[in-house]
């Protein structure tokens, strides 16, 4: 009897390093409680990168139903939430890139028409809300500046200075070496001293 308890303890211990998951599958509660405990991180890292409320919700949705249709593929190689951070990243990447697409139709459209339908955000408004009252003039342009930054750069740099993960973390996240993880945010500080001594200049 003692044995067979060890082999069914063994059996639930393979699965759980299978699939360190939960089955979500017709599991609607435990999915619910999936979304309420990692939502924060989600949507406030993708919001550091967007830099725009409605995107950020947007792109919470779809990291989720990523999640949903993916996570018995998940084998646990990394944690849940560098995994999480991964797909946010990657949505992130994939709705700036559509942006630009659109932006840039929008740009030839208005040469021959004096009207152009796309809506522009700017960016100075955006502060992220975990920053203080008393800095908000600060980070807004900050934020203005962030948003300048090539993807790459501006996704290194909000893992690292927003989110306060490590190096060989964001590396797990972007899927790269350190080393590069280390020299975009190398590079991201100088662009952003650049355009940040530009910006005062110019007030």
């Known amino acids: 009897m003692q044995y067979l308890l060890i082999q069914f303890r063994l059996y639930d ?44 919700e947007e792109i919470a949705q ?29 949505k992130c990447i994939d709705l700036m890139r559509k942006k630009k697409s659109k932006k840039r139709f929008a740009f030839i459209t208005s040469l021959f028409s004096p009207v152009s339908n796309e809506p522009v955000t700017d960016a100075a408004h955006f502060v992220h809300p975990g920053v203080q009252a008393e800095n908000k003039e600060k980070a807004a342009y900050l934020f203005k500046a962030i948003e300048q930054l090539p993807e790459n750069q501006k996704t290194a740099y909000v893992l690292c200075e ?42």
């Open 13 to 56: 211990y393979l699965l759980a390093v299978m699939n360190p998951l939960p089955d979500f599958n017709n599991n609607q509660p435990v999915f619910a409680e999936f979304i309420k405990q990692h939502q924060p991180l989600v949507f406030n890292t993708a919001l550091g990168i967007v830099q725009n409320h409605e995107d950020a």
């Open 62 to 90: 779809d990291v989720f139903i990523e999640v949903y249709r993916q996570y018995k593929n998940f084998k646990g190689d990394s944690t849940v939430s560098t995994w999480l951070y991964r797909i946010t990243a990657n």
């Open 162 to 203: 927003i989110e306060m993960l490590r190096y060989k973390e964001i590396a797990e996240v972007m899927q790269v070496s350190v080393a590069s993880v280390e020299a975009l945010i190398f590079r991201a500080r100088q662009n952003l001293r650049k355009i940040l001594e530009k910006s005062y200049k110019n007030l």
